[in-house]
């Protein structure tokens, strides 16, 4: 994390807003306050803080509330019931399951062993380390022209995402565009590796050199591009797209010298998963950055 230093601060302002709303049991800040506080974009926020801190908002929430209770255990006689509701759980049963799934034991268990509950303590009170990537990455600061494309929105697992993009494909067969197809783009509404299937959106997306015809309801013109953006070469599993960004984010901007500029960013499929191995699949990510 030492590339990092210079942001952490902000996002310890961060964990300490919703620490204390944690504690006085108050209403969480929202996107829009928490953004402010870590000096970011409202647009890129949650992103950039779970590439610096290694988890979400949400996750970071869970593990404050898991600590006021660990830590009423440590120093009151309170009855689990009566932690569970002052820690914000609505049972006592919720506040067994997820001390479970975080630390392996129930209340009662760590109440009896207070050496293991002030380990679990110390353990939770802030976010495991970002493991250092060995390897430097390779960023190009570049100029984008805007280009528009067609675009069909997904909604389900991103492991589906090939037939939206053959229902793209199908559609620009209907109409003789397919040698006029120059790339084929995917605009991330979501991140795969926290939301369920069902609130998954992305948007599948073809650039085409030609005059677009009338589209039907299920396809929208979007206008990409435009500006100054990092391009980092990503080669392996599209699925692991998202922890590229999280390395660009985290690794490369602290000390890039640029800022993020509140557009989407996107990536640039450059194999088709049906054709070329898993392993060795390329794409590009565009993430776009303020002007200089």
Known sequence: ??????????????????????????????????????????????????????????????????VKALQRLAHSAASVTEIAL??????????????????????????????RLAACIAQLSRPLPVAETPAPLSVEVITLEPFEVVALRAQGAFDDLDGVFGELFGWAAEQGLIEQLQQLIGLPLGDHRELPADELLF?????????????????????????????????????????????????????????????????HFLDDPEDVPEAILRADIYVPLAAG
């Open 203 to 267: 948007d599948c997306a073809l650039a085409l050199d030609a005059e677009l015809p009338a589209l039907p309801e299920s396809l929208q013109r979007l206008q990409l591009g435009g500006g100054r953006m990092a391009r980092l070469h990503h080669v392996g599993s599209y699925s692991l797209l998202e922890d590229a960004t999280d390395r660009l984010l985290r690794d490369w901007l602290p000390g890039s010298g640029h800022a993020l500029r509140d557009a989407p960013l996107h990536y």
């Open 86 to 115: 002052l820690a914000g759980y609505d049972t006592p049963q919720a506040l067994a399951r997820v001390l479970r799934e975080s630390v392996d034991a129930s209340a009662s268990e760590l109440r009896g062993d207070p050496q």
């Open 1 to 66: 994390m030492k590339a990092n230093a210079a942001q952490l601060p902000r996002l310890d302002r961060v964990i300490a807003c919703l620490q204390q709303a944690v504690d006085t049991g108050g209403p969480l800040p929202d996107l829009e306050a928490l953004a402010a506080i870590a000096h970011y974009s409202p647009f890129h926020f949650h992103r950039v803080y779970r590439a610096l801190t290694g988890e979400t908002v949400g996750r970071t929430v869970q593990r404050l509330r898991v």
